[in-house]
């Protein structure tokens, strides 16, 4: 297995540019999820999905589009880059419940590196 | 809501010192807890988790981690730090209902192994 992949490893973009971060798991996961990492605040969660088609709102889900058409891709979309959302962006994934369960585990995607100009 | 709270930014130790790093939480109910570890350029990876049953928990890389509902902690030791240690470690709590809970991370705490 890859377990969680993620594409690209870093991007830099200017102001107002979209684009769109991948996410692919290849463990036949229902739970996925998107989180942005800053220095000094731990993980926060973006967007969730508990299944192909079904996607929900996080903590700070504001200029970011999720969609779910698939059980192995989730890709996050930025709509109009802006310097606040520099950050480098985690996907995750897990078989039962957002962050696993007693006998499952969430497992992390290496990260996106993101830098708005 | 629930929250985390990891009161140290930074900790030092010697290597073959132990080990303790401090996590509350805050939550109505009883918590799902993890501690994660994170190296340089790295995902995080699962070391320990509490979801139930006994409150000391084993984990990884010779980690272990006590629930004290009393003190709403979950509490990360090792005995003997070894440098590959150096690391990021993420305290979260996952807490709601059913499938759908969302965890919620605490600020993490840096650790520095001296040599």
């Known amino acids: 297995n890859a377990g969680v992949t993620q594409t690209p490893k870093f991007q830099v973009l200017k102001t107002g540019q979209s684009m769109t971060l991948q996410c692919a798991q290849d463990?036949?996961?229902?739970?996925m999820s998107w989180y942005r990492q800053d220095p000094g605040m731990g993980l926060r969660l973006i967007h969730y999905?508990?299944?192909?088609?079904?996607?929900d709102q996080g903590e700070v889900p504001n200029g970011y589009n999720v969609s779910r058409s698939t059980t192995e891709d989730f890709p996050l979309r930025l709509l109009s880059a802006a310097p606040s959302q520099t950050s480098v962006y985690f996907c995750?994934?897990?078989?039962?419940?957002?962050?696993?369960?007693?006998?499952?585990?969430?497992?992390f995607g290496p990260g996106t590196r993101l830098t708005v100009l | 809501a629930q929250s985390v709270t990891q009161p140290d930014i930074h900790i030092t130790v010697s290597e073959g010192a132990s080990l303790e790093l401090r996590c509350n939480y805050s939550?109505?109910?009883?918590?799902?807890l993890f501690w994660y570890v994170q190296s340089p350029g790295q995902g995080l990876q699962l070391l320990l988790k509490?979801?139930?049953?006994?409150?000391l928990v084993q984990g990884i890389k010779g980690f272990e981690a006590e629930f004290k509902r009393s003190q709403s902690s979950f509490n990360l030791r090792k005995p003997s730090v070894h440098w590959s240690d150096a690391a990021e470690y993420f305290c979260?709590?996952?807490?709601?209902?059913?499938?759908?809970?969302?965890?919620?991370f605490g600020r993490g705490t840096s650790l520095i192994v001296h040599p």
């Open positions: 995750a994934s897990s078989y039962s419940g957002l962050a696993g369960s007693g006998s499952d585990t969430q497992y």
């Open positions: 463990m036949n996961h229902e739970y």
């Open positions: 999905s508990v299944g192909a088609g079904i996607t």
């Open positions: 939550y109505g109910a009883t918590p799902y």
């Open positions: 509490y979801f139930s049953g006994d409150t």
């Open positions: 979260a709590v996952g807490a709601g209902a059913g499938g759908s809970y969302i965890p919620t």
